[in-house]
């Protein structure tokens, strides 16, 4: 089993950044994909990043394209979403995913393991 725990969550200007982090246990996840999908209130979860196993493909929905940058530190079993110039839409719980794959896509079902979640509110 993995256990997936997020942080660094919080309330932030239009504009700003915040860099969430996703510790895993239970069992190393170096060989298996990560993603970062968010679900705003009233709305269904979606995508937001992915990154494979060895860091070397790394997909981003279009709305954040550009914006948020993946990243993984298989040493500290842990996965970073940073996240720059922020927009009220971004508002969402944001969850950190496992696939025990290499590498995954943007539908929830190819994850297996998955985070309580981490609030992220940006204001205007």
């Known amino acids: 089993q993995v256990q997936l725990v997020e942080s660094g969550g919080g309330l932030v200007q239009a504009g700003g950044s915040l860099r969430l982090s996703c510790a895993a246990s239970g069992r190393t996840v170096s060989n298996y994909a990560m993603g970062w999908f968010r679900q705003a209130p009233g709305k269904k979860r979606e995508f937001v990043t992915t990154i494979s196993c060895g860091s070397t493909r790394t997909a981003y929905a279009d709305s954040v394209k550009g914006r948020f940058t993946i990243s993984r530190d298989n040493a500290k079993n842990t996965v970073y979403l940073q996240m720059n110039s922020l927009k009220p839409e971004d508002t969402a719980i944001y969850y950190c995913?496992?696939?025990?794959?290499?590498?995954?896509?943007?539908?929830?079902?190819?994850?297996?393991?998955w985070g309580q979640g981490t609030q992220v509110t940006v204001s205007s």
């Open positions: 995913a496992a696939s025990r794959t290499c590498s995954s896509g943007s539908y929830t079902s190819t994850y297996d393991y």
